[in-house]
Each structure stands twice: as C-alpha cells, then as structure tokens.
C-alpha cells in the first residue's frame, strides 16, 4: 500500500486506517466502524482497502444497505482471494490473490536447504481486478 500510494503522489500517512480486533466474532465490528465515517448520509471516504475477502464481504453488505454504489460511489478492495469467493460478490470483488503454493515452495526449499537467515523474501501477489474498484 505504502509504494502504490507514494506512486499515486498521495501521503500514505494521511490516509484513515481503522482495524478489526482479532477474532471471528469481531467481523461484526465492521458495519459500525464504517458507519463512523459517514456523515449524515455523506461517506468521508471513495475507497475501502480491506485485509481480507471476508472483511470485504462486510463493508459490502454495509455500504449497499445504505445505498450506496460499488464501485461508483465506494470502491472496495479486497485480500486474499478467497477460494469461489469473489465472483459471488455483485459487483465482483477485485482482490490481492494470496501466492499459497509459491509461498509454500520457498517455505519449504529454506527447510530443505537448511536456511537459517532471517531474510524477508517477497513474493508477487497478483491484482485481480474485477468489477469492485
């Protein structure tokens, strides 16, 4: 988000980040959370970044229940690419697709090769942009 932002010429730092407390149970926070920032029918917002398909799933629910148009009035953005899960969404969801396998075969090749660094790798996460941002 950081290096998108600063390429787009906008301050990641004056962007709003809000954050679910861990656990299941909390997925239901998120309607309230995102109502904060509507104001008198008025989002203070055009995009919503979310940390996962599920979180998505949410912000979906709350914004179309207010009437709101995705991506028109909000875009969202989802994570994870939940398996069969992003089409289902309408409009569907454009997401950040999570590299499982290439995830676990260098996972596995630092066992196998007995790696002990501590270096951060990165990892491509392709965009999937469908209809939602």
């Given at each position: 988000?950081?290096?998108?932002?600063?390429?787009?010429?906008?301050?990641?730092?004056?962007?709003?980040?809000?954050y679910?407390?861990?656990?299941?149970?909390?997925y239901r926070?998120?309607?309230?959370?995102?109502?904060?920032?509507?104001?008198?029918?008025?989002p203070q917002?055009?995009s919503?970044?979310?940390?996962?398909?599920r979180?998505?799933?949410?912000?979906y629910?709350?914004?179309?229940?207010?009437?709101?148009?995705?991506?028109?009035d909000?875009?969202v953005?989802?994570?994870?690419?939940?398996v069969?899960?992003?089409?289902?969404?309408?409009?569907?969801?454009?997401?950040?697709?999570?590299?499982?396998?290439?995830?676990?075969?260098?996972s596995?090749?630092?066992?196998i090769?007995g790696?002990?660094?501590?270096n951060?790798?990165?990892?491509?996460s392709?965009?999937?942009?469908?209809?939602?941002?």
């Open positions: 988000l950081d290096r998108a932002c600063r390429e787009a010429n906008i301050n990641p730092d004056a962007l709003e980040h809000c679910m407390q861990y656990g299941d149970e909390h926070d998120i309607p309230g959370i995102l109502l904060r920032y509507i104001v008198q029918g008025i917002f055009d919503v970044i979310c940390g996962n398909d979180i998505a799933l949410m912000v629910q709350t914004l179309l229940t207010q009437g709101f148009r995705i991506p028109q909000i875009a953005l989802g994570y994870d690419n939940h069969g899960i992003g089409n289902l969404f309408l409009p569907p969801l454009s997401t950040v697709q999570l590299p499982h396998y290439e995830i676990g075969r260098l596995t090749l630092h066992i090769n790696d002990n660094h501590r951060k790798i990165l990892v491509d392709p965009w999937l942009q469908r209809e939602s941002f």
